[in-house]
């Protein structure tokens, strides 16, 4: 099930970790920035980028092909992924 997955996080986000287990548990391949854990330089650049899809720069924000998806939300990631 290869639906390009792009998470963006902060690593001590509950809502943030309870998107990457239920990616983990539903075996979907995805990519994470843990944007706190980025040097200032690249967490500056990150932020911009994720400000065009979120601008209110909430977390989890969750990109599946060309939909955002912003917090967990299980049903709307469900639906997404099964389409």
């Excluded at 979907?28 to 200032?40: G, R």
């Excluded at 330089?41 to 899809?53: F, G, M, N």
Aim: proline share 4%; aromatic share 6%.
């Amino acid at each position: 099930m290869d639906k390009q997955v792009k998470v963006y996080a902060l690593s001590t986000c509950s809502h943030c970790k309870a998107a990457k287990r239920f990616l983990d548990e539903h075996s979907v391949p995805y990519d994470v920035t843990d944007i706190d854990l980025l040097d200032t330089l690249e967490k500056s650049k990150v932020i911009a980028d994720v400000k065009k899809l979120n601008p209110l720069l909430s977390f989890p924000t969750i990109i599946i092909r060309d939909r955002v998806i912003i917090g967990f939300r299980e049903n709307e990631l469900r639906e997404v992924l099964e389409q």
